[in-house]
């Protein structure tokens, strides 16, 4: 069996997928990969176009009748949050500009309820860019702030910017949960022997990684956009952790809890907390 896959080009989904991707995992499904960000690969998971996606957290209410979701493989952490960049350190964002990379990602909504909590009257226009345009928006003043995510923690200070408010900072304080981001889901209909053994392969290629760094390396630069190899290296130490390997517990905590508060806000709409759990 070879599955039509979608992941971004980031560091983290090249190292996880590194191996499963090049036919090192023994008797893994072949993959036929295609590298889209995540906010392509959020439209594309809502019209049901690719076996394996990697989507926003964030857009799970809207895919999980045809897609379930795999439990490994994704991105969740503690100290990994978007953060929100301004030119001047405290700024008033009432009323003013931001620009996000997606209103469909799992930063948006961690941003709403940031913002819910700590911004009286609530921000002004928000104005959605691909997230590498974002900080030279801010930088110029196209925008007021903006909602940064990836390896934008390590560089932003190169566009003279300041941090304004770290998400992961807000919603670990207010909920004691990790960060949930992003997610690999496969289709329903692909049917559960072949979930498992998808399943299982991701956790195989994900420690074959840990196993062996140095494996994975030329394909995570050649697909990194350019970026220095010492922050690729941040990248994947910070978001490929214990839940890449496995969900657990605290991980399924931390994507109801963020799905049930944006259900309240009426950011998303409700979802029943079983429909979450890995059913092959």
């Known amino acids: 069996m070879t599955l039509q896959i979608a992941y971004s080009p980031c560091p983290n ?29 959020n439209g594309m998971a809502e019209r049901g176009e690719f076996d394996v996606l990697k989507v926003s957290y964030a857009v799970l209410p809207w895919v999980l009748d045809d897609y379930t979701l ?26 003013k500009t931001v620009a996000v990379p997606s209103e469909r990602s799992t930063a948006y909504l961690l941003f709403r309820l940031w913002a819910a909590d700590v911004v009286p009257g609530g921000v002004g226009e928000i104005v959605v860019l691909p997230f590498h345009e974002i900080m030279p ?25 300041h941090c304004l408010a770290d998400m992961g900072e807000h919603w670990e304080s207010t909920t004691g949960l990790p960060i949930p981001l992003g997610a690999i889901i496969a289709k329903r209909s692909l049917g559960a022997e072949a979930l498992r053994q998808l399943a299982a392969s991701v956790r195989t290629s994900v420690r074959m990684a840990w196993d062996d760094p140095t494996a994975s390396r030329d394909y995570v630069l050649a697909h990194a956009q350019e970026m220095d190899p010492a922050v690729a290296d ?3 130490g910070l978001y490929v952790n214990e839940f890449t390997a496995d ?8 994507v109801r809890g963020l799905l049930t508060r944006a259900a309240a806000e009426g950011l998303v709409p409700a979802l029943r907390p079983e429909a979450l759990r890995f059913d092959a």
């Open 13 to 41: 989904d090249t190292f996880t997928f590194h191996a499963l991707a090049h036919g090192l995992v023994p008797d893994a499904p072949g993959l036929d990969v295609t590298f889209a960000d995540i906010d392509l690969t």
């Open 70 to 95: 795999l439990p490994c493989g994704g991105a969740l952490g503690r100290g990994c949050g978007p953060l929100v960049l301004t030119r001047e350190p405290g700024t008033d964002l009432a009323g």
């Open 137 to 161: 928006a801010v930088r110029d003043g196209r925008v007021d702030a903006g909602l940064v995510i990836h390896e934008a923690r390590f560089t932003y200070q190169n566009f003279g910017l």
């Open 234 to 236: 941040q990248h994947i």
């Open 247 to 254: 969900l657990g517990e605290d991980g399924y905590a931390a």
